[in-house]
Structure formats: C-alpha cells, structure tokens
C-alpha cells in the first residue's frame, strides 16, 4: 500500500495496493511477479483488526484475517525437501 491506512469514523478503512502471489522455490533472475491490484479493507476495534484482502482485477478474495496488536503473526511458508 503506497500510504498509511486511515480510519472512517467508524472505525473502517479501505485502501487500494498491490498483492504479489509468492511460490516455492527460487526466484530467477528476470522473472516477473505475479502481480495484482487489490483493494484492502476492514475494521479496527481496540486492539484487533479484521483485514479482508480482495484482488481488483479478478474479484479473487484473498483471504479474510484477524490481527491483534501485539501478538505474534504466524507466517507459514511451505518449503519442500529437496529430493537426492
């Protein structure tokens, strides 16, 4: 997202960015990422914001997520063991 969200006075927010599709393995040299415009949305309610996350251009929801200020996010790569 080029800026920083702002809330409504209720307390939403809406701002338009870019999603890039991440995969396994490594990234060459050259190759182009899978880009998308997306349009981030949601609320804020005293420590917690629901985020809903949908791509612009094919109506694609992302996802739908709950953050709580200071608690750990959880990022879960996948990575598959490299075969001999």
Do not use: W
């Given at each position: 997202?080029?800026?920083?969200?702002?809330?409504?006075?209720?307390d939403g927010f809406n701002a338009s960015g870019t999603f890039v599709r991440e995969h396994?393995?490594?990234i060459f040299v050259g190759q182009v990422p899978d880009s998308h415009p997306a349009v981030?949305?949601?609320?804020?309610t005293a420590n917690t914001m629901a985020l809903t996350v949908e791509l612009t251009d094919t109506r694609e929801v992302i996802g739908m997520?709950?953050?709580v200020r200071n608690s750990p996010g959880r990022v879960v790569k996948c990575l598959?063991?490299?075969?001999?």
């Amino acid at each position: 997202m080029p800026s920083p969200l702002t809330r409504d006075d209720r307390d939403g927010f809406n701002a338009s960015g870019t999603f890039v599709r991440e995969h396994g393995g490594p990234i060459f040299v050259g190759q182009v990422p899978d880009s998308h415009p997306a349009v981030y949305f949601g609320s804020v309610t005293a420590n917690t914001m629901a985020l809903t996350v949908e791509l612009t251009d094919t109506r694609e929801v992302i996802g739908m997520f709950t953050l709580v200020r200071n608690s750990p996010g959880r990022v879960v790569k996948c990575l598959l063991p490299l075969s001999r």
